[in-house]
């Protein structure tokens, strides 16, 4: 099994649905982390989070909100999704020691009509 | 802020020849880290290659290292002997290193790699 897993890795809704990305994690880390990737934009940081009592917003948090519910989960939601919402979504946790790596998950393809 | 600028879009390498991918950044953190990651077409992310701010030696890890130019605040990756299999996307990322600011992790627009046989 992965260390982390993404949930749906595809989904198709429309315009004005809420939607909800899981990720879960089995590497015992404390951070995790939600990107957007688009083509010629890269990975931005949606949300991050040091542990289930803290949440930052990053780059591009409008749109968005998320909930850690436990340290080995971080969901996002898009309360009322839009079409340039479609995007590669990816999930990531670290370790902050050491180098500090991402780990990814495989990613969620979300298309929005 | 942060900023990660990757001005290759695409790169076109003959197989088996050495090539570098540029990677610009700016912070204003006094230690930082940098990364490298490749993405294949298959979309999974995989890590590369990491570099310390305050690290006295250039990272190495098999094929690729790291061109570390601190005072010009570039970050290259050089991928020496090309392959057919290093055909990707490849990314540039940094981070801080303190505990707050280590977990914003900013990624490039990236540069898409394509290795001719």
């Known amino acids: 099994d992965a260390d982390v897993t993404q949930t749906p890795r595809n989904r198709i809704t429309k315009t004005g649905k809420r939607i909800m990305l899981e990720c879960s994690q089995t590497?015992?880390?404390?951070?995790m982390y939600w990107y957007r990737q688009d083509p010629g934009l890269g990975l931005r940081l949606i949300y991050y989070?040091?542990?289930?009592?803290?949440?930052n917003k990053g780059e591009i948090s409008d749109g968005y909100s998320v909930s850690r519910q436990a340290q080995a989960k971080f969901s996002l939601s898009l309360e009322s999704a839009i079409p340039n919402q479609t995007a590669l979504y990816f999930c990531?946790?670290?370790?902050?020691?050491?180098?500090?790596?991402?780990?990814f998950g495989e990613g969620s393809r979300l298309t929005v009509l | 802020a942060q900023k990660i600028t990757q001005t290759q879009p695409g790169m076109f390498v003959q197989e088996k020849e050495a090539v570098t991918l540029d990677c610009t950044y700016d912070?204003?953190?006094?230690?930082?880290?940098l990364f490298w990651y490749k993405q294949p077409s298959s979309g999974e992310m995989i890590f590369l290659i990491y570099?310390?701010?305050?690290?006295?030696q250039n990272a190495t890890e098999g094929r690729y290292s790291l061109n570390f130019q601190k005072a010009r605040k570039s970050a290259n990756l050089v991928i020496s002997a090309s392959q057919l299999g290093d055909s990707a996307m490849y990314f540039c990322?940094?981070?801080?290193?303190?505990?707050?600011?280590?977990?914003?992790?900013?990624f490039g627009s990236g540069t898409r790699l394509s290795i001719r046989p």
């Open positions: 990531a946790t670290s370790d902050w020691r050491g180098t500090g790596e991402l780990f």
């Open positions: 590497k015992g880390h404390d951070r």
């Open positions: 989070s040091f542990d289930v009592k803290d949440i």
């Open positions: 912070t204003s953190d006094p230690s930082y880290g």
């Open positions: 570099q310390g701010s305050y690290d006295q």
């Open positions: 990322a940094m981070r801080g290193v303190t505990y707050s600011s280590a977990s914003k992790i900013i």
